[in-house]
């Protein structure tokens, strides 16, 4: 297996544009976590996903964050419009656990750094 | 849910000896979890240990866990540079088993 794979690696964008980020997790793994990491942070959960289902969103820092999960294969986490503050890496990560019971062992990807200028 | 708090926020040692870090969380839990980051990378799960255990050991990593004192220890034996990296710990409580990190122990190992 390649892993939870995300795109893009990096990106730079300019305040007000439109940011897709991508994620495909690791093919039966049924649960879904979007992270942001920051040095003032630390690594915080936006969003998780059980069996394509929204489960909590209260991460989401606010309404310009939204976060979908059409199927079990493809993820994404839009930021619309972007703004300086929301520069942070942005990890994608899967578990074969079920959210609400047992142990959730994350496999994390490579994560997406985002600049916002 | 909550966050644990790792301690120290960094620390730098010699190649071949131990490094010791520590992690405390406010609430009981169901699990927690040590994860490791390397510059640049994604996080990679190193160990789990369950409320009713007190102990783990994997290769070089031993974890501790008391319950009591809200609190749980990640030793690496015989360190090596390639240890270089941040760790992290993931309690997780309540009703929820989501894994929630912290800022991390940045770890140096000279050579």
């Known amino acids: 297996d390649a892993g939870v794979i995300q795109s893009p690696r990096h990106e730079v964008t300019e305040m007000g544009q439109e940011v897709t980020l991508r994620c495909k997790p690791i093919s039966g793994h049924n649960s879904l976590f979007w992270y942001r990491q920051t040095m003032m942070r630390g690594l915080e959960l936006l969003i998780y996903?059980?069996?394509?289902?929204?489960?909590?969103d209260s991460g989401m820092p606010e309404d310009r964050f939204s976060a979908k999960m059409p199927n079990a294969s493809f993820s994404t986490l839009k930021i619309q419009p972007s703004e300086p503050r929301d520069s942070a890496v942005y990890f994608c990560?899967?578990?074969?656990?079920?959210?609400?019971?047992?142990?959730?062992?994350?496999?994390f990807g490579a994560g997406s750094r985002l600049t916002v200028l | 849910s909550q966050q644990g708090e790792e301690d120290p926020q960094a620390l730098s040692i010699q190649e071949g000896e131990n490094a010791t870090m520590n992690c405390s969380y406010k609430t009981s839990i169901n699990n927690l979890q040590w994860y490791r980051q390397n510059s640049g990378r994604g996080l990679v799960h190193l160990i789990l240990i369950r409320s009713n255990e007190r102990e783990k050991h994997s290769g070089r990593l031993r974890v501790t866990l008391d319950t009591s004192k809200k609190s749980s220890s990640l030793l690496i034996t015989a360190s090596r540079a390639a240890d270089t990296a941040s760790y992290f710990c993931?309690?997780?409580?309540?009703?929820?088993?989501?894994?929630?990190f912290g800022r991390g122990t940045s770890l140096i190992v000279h050579p």
């Open positions: 993931a309690p997780s409580s309540g009703g929820s088993y989501i894994p929630t």
């Open positions: 990560a899967s578990s074969k656990g079920q959210a609400h019971s047992g142990a959730n062992v994350l496999t």
């Open positions: 996903f059980n069996n394509n289902v929204p489960i909590d």
